[in-house]
Nanobody
Framework: QVQLAESGGGLVQTGDSLRLSCAAS????????MSWFRQAPGKERDFVAA????????HYADSVKGRFTISRDNAKNMAYLQMNSRKPEEQAVYYC?????????????????????WGKGTLVKGSS
């Protein structure tokens, strides 16, 4: 069983930066690819970014490439999402998810239907 807890959400102005954190309880954290998804009110939960078990490979949604950066620290059982140049339409609940992976891939962890564990989410609200 893996428990995930997101933090770092809050009220952010358009264009500002914000870093989200995801703390994992698993002793085998380094066996999981980690992903971030987001869900705006009335919309589906969409993929944002993923990072492979070692951290060597990353994968991003086209809408966030060049602005968001996903990272992880296996020694601390932590994953992060650095968000820069945020846009107003990116107000959403942001979720981290864990995907048990045998290979060091990131692109295979972009489908919300295949995630093994989810956090409860952290709300990122925008203000202009």
């Amino acid at each position: 069983q893996v428990q995930l807890a997101e933090s770092g959400g809050g009220l952010v102005q358009t264009g500002d930066s914000l870093r989200l954190s995801c703390a994992a309880s698993a002793r085998s954290f380094s066996s999981y690819a980690m992903s971030w998804f987001r869900q705006a009110p009335g919309k589906e939960r969409d993929f944002v970014a993923a990072i492979s078990v070692s951290g060597s490979n990353t994968h991003y949604a086209d809408s966030v490439k060049g602005r968001f950066t996903i990272s992880r620290d296996n020694a601390k059982n932590m994953a992060y999402l650095q968000m820069n140049s945020r846009k107003p339409e990116e107000q959403a609940v942001y979720y981290c998810a864990a995907d048990l992976e045998e290979k060091d891939y990131a692109h295979t962890s972009s489908d919300r239907r295949t995630m093994d564990y989810w956090g409860k989410g952290t709300l990122v609200k925008g203000s202009s």
